[in-house]
C-alpha cells in the first residue's frame, strides 16, 4: 500500500483543563483569584511538602492551579501572560472586577473583539475577551 493509502489514526480528545500560575504567595493569590476574581475553589490541599490549589472561573472547563512543592517552583512568579478569560460581555465584567477593588484597564474595542486587561498580584496577566455572536471569520 503506498503511503497516500495509508489512513491516520484518529486523535484521541484531548482537553486543556488546567493551567498552572507561578505565584510568590499562595495564600495571598488564592484571596485574589476567589474573593476579588470570584473563581471556585475546587481544593487547597497540603500533601507532603506539597501545597495544590486549584481555582476554576465561573463557568469554565480549565482550572488554574497554584501552590507549592510542585513544577510552578521552577518558574518565575509572574511569568505567564495573555491568559484569556471569554465573557459575553466585557464592560459589565470590568466594571464588576473594577468594583472589586482590581486594576483593570478600560474595554478596547478591536474591530469587534474586545479586550480589558488585568493582572494578579504578582504579575500574571489576563484578558478579559468579548467576541460577538454575529463576527465571522473574513
Given at each position: 500500500?503506498?503511503?497516500?493509502?495509508?489512513?491516520?489514526?484518529?486523535?484521541?480528545?484531548?482537553?486543556?483543563?488546567?493551567?498552572?500560575?507561578?505565584?510568590?504567595?499562595?495564600?495571598?493569590?488564592?484571596?485574589?483569584?476567589?474573593?476579588?476574581m470570584g473563581f471556585n475553589l475546587d481544593h487547597d490541599v497540603v500533601y507532603g511538602a506539597m501545597r495544590i490549589v486549584?481555582?476554576?472561573?465561573?463557568?469554565?472547563?480549565?482550572?488554574?492551579?497554584?501552590?507549592?512543592?510542585?513544577?510552578?517552583?521552577?518558574?518565575?512568579?509572574?511569568?505567564?501572560?495573555?491568559?484569556?478569560?471569554?465573557?459575553?460581555?466585557?464592560?459589565?465584567?470590568?466594571?464588576?472586577?473594577?468594583?472589586?477593588?482590581?486594576e483593570i484597564s478600560e474595554v478596547e474595542d478591536m474591530g469587534g473583539v474586545k479586550y480589558a486587561h488585568l493582572s494578579?498580584?504578582?504579575?500574571?496577566?489576563?484578558?478579559?475577551?468579548?467576541?460577538?455572536?454575529?463576527?465571522?471569520?473574513?
Open positions: 500500500m503506498s503511503e497516500n493509502n495509508v489512513t491516520a489514526p484518529a486523535t484521541p480528545e484531548m482537553r486543556l483543563e488546567v493551567v498552572m500560575l507561578p505565584v510568590a504567595d499562595v495564600d495571598r493569590a488564592r484571596n485574589f483569584y476567589v474573593e476579588k486549584q481555582l476554576t472561573p465561573p463557568g469554565s472547563a480549565c482550572s488554574v492551579v497554584i501552590g507549592k512543592g510542585m513544577a510552578s517552583d521552577s518558574m518565575t512568579p509572574g511569568s505567564i501572560k495573555g491568559l484569556h478569560l471569554v465573557v459575553k460581555d466585557a464592560q459589565q465584567v470590568r466594571d464588576l472586577l473594577a468594583g472589586r477593588g482590581i494578579d498580584p504578582d504579575g500574571n496577566s489576563w484578558e478579559i475577551q468579548e467576541i460577538p455572536s454575529n463576527l465571522t471569520a473574513p
